[in-house]
C-alpha cells in the first residue's frame, strides 16, 4: 500500500512539476515575443494579439506559426504566390475568412532579417488608403514571417508590361493609379507621423486591389527622416537601375527627391506602356531612360508618340502630355530642380498645364551622352545596357 501511495504521489508531483515547466515556457516564449515587438517598436503604437487570429478589427497581430502554417495549408505550393529576394510569398486565408499575402523569410538571408526589422517598424504605423497594410507577423521557432493584406490583381509591373490583351489598363484607370501613388508617397514624406523615404519605388512594389486602387508595398530598405533630417549618405546603394537617381547610384545620396526621381520614371512608364531599362526593339533604341526619347519628343512638340497605343480612344492627350511633362520634371539632374511630391501631386490634379515649368534635360541624357562617347572611343561592339551599368557602377 505504501508503494502505491508513494507511486501516486511521486506521479501528481511529477505532473505538477511538468505543468509548471509548460506554463513556464509558454510565458517565457511570450515574453520573449513581447520584447521582440518592443524592440521593432510595434507595442504602444499598435494593438496585438498573442493568439494570432487575426481579427480584421485589431490593428497587428503576433501570429503563431500554427496559424500560419494552417492559413498556407502547410506552405502548399499551390499557395505560392512568387519568390523574392526576402524568400516566398504564398496567399493564405486566416480563420476570420481575411485572405492574406505571406511572406517567409528565408533562414540563409541575413539581409532579410535587417528588411523584416525594418519593414515592421515602419508599415505597422503607418495608415493610408495607398500604402499596403501589414496585418502582422510571426516570430515564432526562429521563423521570421509577414502578413499582408491579399492583393488580388498583382503589381503595376504585371497589368503594364505582360502581353498585351483586351484587358490593357485603360487611360482613366493608370490616371487614378498615377494619382493613388503621388497620393501615397506625399504621405510618406510629409503627411505621416514619420518622414520616410522609400529608395525603392518601381512597378512590381506596386500592389493593385481588386479595384485597381495602388498600394506602395516593400518597404525593406525605407528611412526614417528627422524633421530636420534632409538627405543621408549610404555606403551600401540598394534599389533598383533605372529607378534610382543619379546622385544615389553615384555617391549613395538619398532624400525625398530621390523618390520623385523614381516616381518620375515610374510615370513615364505607366503612360508609354514601356519599362525603362527596355533598351532595343524591331525599330533600334527605345529605352525611355537611355535614349532619352520622352524628353526630345516633348521638347519637339511629339509627346504623344510616346503615349502607349494599347490606350483606347477615351484617352485625354492633354492630361497624356502633361503627365510626361511632370515626369520629366522629376527626372531631372539636379535633386533641387525636381519638385516636391506636395508640388506634384497639385500638378497632377491642376487641369491647367500651361503653368508647368519646361523640364531642363534629364539626368540621363547626360549618361547617354558620356556612354556614346565611351563607345566611340572603344570602338568595340557592347551594347547601351552594358555601358550605362558600367557607368551607374563608377565611384
Same mark, same amino acid.
Given at each position: 500500500?505504501?508503494?502505491?501511495?508513494?507511486?501516486?504521489?511521486?506521479?501528481?508531483?511529477?505532473?505538477?512539476?511538468?505543468?509548471?515547466?509548460?506554463?513556464?515556457?509558454?510565458?517565457?516564449?511570450?515574453?520573449?515575443?513581447?520584447?521582440?515587438?518592443?524592440?521593432?517598436?510595434?507595442?504602444?503604437?499598435?494593438?496585438?494579439?498573442?493568439?494570432?487570429?487575426?481579427?480584421?478589427?485589431?490593428?497587428?497581430?503576433?501570429?503563431?506559426?500554427?496559424?500560419?502554417?494552417?492559413?498556407?495549408?502547410?506552405?502548399?505550393?499551390?499557395?505560392?504566390?512568387?519568390?523574392?529576394?526576402?524568400?516566398?510569398?504564398?496567399?493564405?486565408?486566416?480563420?476570420?475568412?481575411?485572405?492574406?499575402?505571406?511572406?517567409?523569410?528565408?533562414?540563409?538571408?541575413?539581409?532579410?532579417?535587417?528588411?523584416?526589422?525594418?519593414?515592421?517598424?515602419?508599415?505597422?504605423?503607418?495608415?493610408?488608403?495607398?500604402?499596403?497594410?501589414?496585418?502582422?507577423?510571426?516570430?515564432?521557432?526562429?521563423?521570421? /514571417? $509577414?502578413?499582408?493584406?491579399?492583393?488580388?490583381? @498583382?503589381?503595376? !509591373? #504585371?497589368? +503594364?508590361?505582360?502581353?498585351?490583351?483586351? =484587358?490593357?489598363?485603360?487611360?482613366?484607370?493608370?490616371?487614378?493609379?498615377?494619382?493613388?501613388?503621388?497620393?501615397?508617397?506625399?504621405?510618406?514624406?510629409?503627411?505621416?507621423?514619420?518622414?520616410?523615404?522609400?529608395?525603392?519605388?518601381?512597378?512590381?512594389? /506596386? $500592389?493593385?486591389?481588386?479595384?485597381?486602387?495602388? @498600394?506602395?508595398? !516593400? #518597404?525593406? +530598405?525605407?528611412?526614417?527622416?528627422?524633421? =530636420?533630417?534632409?538627405?543621408?549618405?549610404?555606403?551600401?546603394?540598394?534599389?533598383?537601375?533605372?529607378?534610382?537617381?543619379?546622385?544615389?547610384?553615384?555617391?549613395?545620396?538619398?532624400?525625398?527627391?530621390?523618390?520623385?526621381?523614381?516616381?518620375?520614371?515610374?510615370? $513615364?512608364?505607366?503612360?508609354?506602356?514601356?519599362?525603362?531599362?527596355?533598351?532595343?526593339?524591331?525599330?533600334?533604341?527605345?529605352?525611355?531612360?537611355?535614349?532619352?526619347?520622352?524628353?526630345?519628343?516633348?521638347?519637339?512638340?511629339?509627346?504623344?508618340?510616346?503615349?502607349?497605343?494599347?490606350?483606347?480612344?477615351?484617352?485625354?492627350?492633354?492630361?497624356?502630355?502633361?503627365?510626361?511633362?511632370?515626369?520629366? $520634371?522629376?527626372?531631372?539632374?539636379?535633386?533641387?530642380?525636381?519638385?516636391?511630391?506636395?508640388?506634384?501631386?497639385?500638378?497632377?490634379?491642376?487641369?491647367?498645364?500651361?503653368?508647368?515649368?519646361?523640364?531642363?534635360?534629364?539626368?540621363?541624357?547626360?549618361?547617354?551622352?558620356?556612354?556614346?562617347?565611351?563607345?566611340?572611343?572603344?570602338?568595340?561592339?557592347?551594347?547601351?545596357?552594358?555601358?550605362?551599368?558600367?557607368?551607374?557602377?563608377?565611384?
Amino acid at each position: 500500500l505504501w508503494l502505491i501511495i508513494s507511486g501516486v504521489i511521486t506521479s501528481t508531483v511529477l505532473f505538477i512539476f511538468l505543468l509548471v515547466y509548460l506554463s513556464w515556457k509558454r510565458k517565457t516564449a511570450d515574453s520573449e515575443q513581447v520584447i521582440l515587438l518592443h524592440e521593432l517598436g510595434v507595442v504602444g503604437d499598435a494593438n496585438f494579439d498573442l493568439n494570432g487570429q487575426g481579427n480584421v478589427n485589431n490593428d497587428f497581430h503576433l501570429f503563431s506559426f500554427k496559424h500560419i502554417a494552417s492559413a498556407t495549408s502547410n506552405f502548399n505550393p499551390s499557395n505560392k504566390l512568387g519568390q523574392g529576394g526576402f524568400g516566398p510569398v504564398y496567399k493564405g486565408k486566416l480563420p476570420s475568412g481575411l485572405e492574406v499575402a505571406i511572406k517567409r523569410l528565408s533562414t540563409s538571408s541575413r539581409q532579410g532579417l535587417i528588411e523584416f526589422k525594418n519593414e515592421v517598424r515602419l508599415i505597422a504605423k503607418l495608415q493610408h488608403d495607398n500604402l499596403v497594410r501589414l496585418v502582422g507577423c510571426c516570430i515564432e521557432n526562429g521563423e521570421k /514571417i $509577414l502578413v499582408y493584406e491579399y492583393l488580388p490583381n @498583382k503589381s503595376l !509591373d #504585371f497589368s +503594364l508590361f505582360a502581353p498585351r490583351d483586351q =484587358n490593357a489598363l485603360d487611360w482613366k484607370k493608370r490616371l487614378d493609379i498615377i494619382q493613388g501613388i503621388a497620393q501615397g508617397l506625399l504621405y510618406l514624406h510629409k503627411y505621416s507621423r514619420l518622414k520616410i523615404v522609400h529608395r525603392d519605388l518601381k512597378a512590381s512594389n /506596386i $500592389l493593385l486591389d481588386s479595384e485597381m486602387n495602388p @498600394k506602395i508595398s !516593400d #518597404f525593406g +530598405l525605407a528611412k526614417i527622416f528627422h524633421p =530636420n533630417e534632409s538627405r543621408a549618405i549610404t555606403a551600401r546603394v540598394a534599389g533598383t537601375f533605372g529607378y534610382m537617381s543619379p546622385e544615389y547610384a553615384m555617391e549613395g545620396v538619398f532624400s525625398t527627391k530621390s523618390d520623385v526621381f523614381s516616381f518620375g520614371v515610374l510615370l $513615364l512608364e505607366i503612360v508609354s506602356g514601356k519599362r525603362n531599362n527596355h533598351f532595343h526593339d524591331e525599330e533600334g533604341p527605345s529605352s525611355l531612360l537611355a535614349w532619352t526619347q520622352a524628353w526630345e519628343l516633348w521638347r519637339e512638340g511629339r509627346g504623344l508618340e510616346l503615349v502607349d497605343p494599347a490606350m483606347d480612344d477615351g484617352m485625354c492627350q492633354n492630361e497624356a502630355v502633361k503627365c510626361i511633362q511632370i515626369g520629366l $520634371l522629376c527626372t531631372q539632374e539636379n535633386p533641387r530642380d525636381r519638385p516636391s511630391m506636395l508640388e506634384v501631386a497639385s500638378m497632377i490634379y491642376n487641369n491647367d498645364s500651361s503653368q508647368l515649368p519646361s523640364p531642363n534635360r534629364p539626368a540621363f541624357y547626360y549618361r547617354l551622352q558620356e556612354a556614346t562617347e565611351i563607345i566611340e572611343e572603344q570602338e568595340e561592339n557592347w551594347t547601351v545596357n552594358q555601358v550605362t551599368i558600367t557607368e551607374m557602377n563608377a565611384r
